[in-house]
């Protein structure tokens, strides 16, 4: 590595990662909890590594992620684009392999705002005709 500390900020909905890359064994902790007890579920855990999974470097780096915002599925995909970010910062020759996975993407999708008149943003009232 080239630097001893790169850091990073993956964004997702309304959930934002503060990811922190440094030389390690593969430690991952979020939020100053470990990496299994803050998500619990295997499936987000999975697309949360995905990066490092990709590039190999799941037991050579460890990371510091502080994420705030949104909900499990939202903060692991922040999480996941965060980490993108950081290993494409620490190695650019990775840039090509994130990239083609779609992990350096950021995924634009955000909840629509409620309209005036509707009781929700697409939603109608139910219609009358008498």
């Known amino acids: 590595m080239a630097q ?3 850091y990073a ?3 997702r909905k309304t959930s934002i990662a503060r990811v922190t890359l440094t030389p390690g064994s593969g430690r991952i902790q979020v939020n100053g909890r470990e990496f299994e007890e803050y998500f619990p579920v295997l499936a987000l855990r999975a697309t ?3 990066p490092l999974v ?3 470097k799941r037991q050579s780096v460890d990371v510091e992620v ?3 915002g949104g909900g499990p599925a939202s903060q692991a995909d922040s999480l996941k684009y965060g980490i993108a970010k950081a290993l494409q910062i620490e190695n650019p020759e990775l840039r090509t392999t994130l990239k083609r996975a779609g992990y350096l993407t ?3 999708r955000v909840k629509e705002r ?3 008149g509707r009781p929700g943003a697409r939603k109608r009232f139910q219609f009358s005709k008498r």
């Open 48 to 50: 949360a590594v995905q």
């Open 114 to 116: 409620k309209k005036y």
């Open 106 to 108: 950021r995924d634009a």
């Open 54 to 56: 990709l590039t190999g």
């Open 9 to 11: 900020t993956g964004k």
């Open 4 to 6: 001893a500390r790169i």
């Open 66 to 68: 502080n994420v705030t």
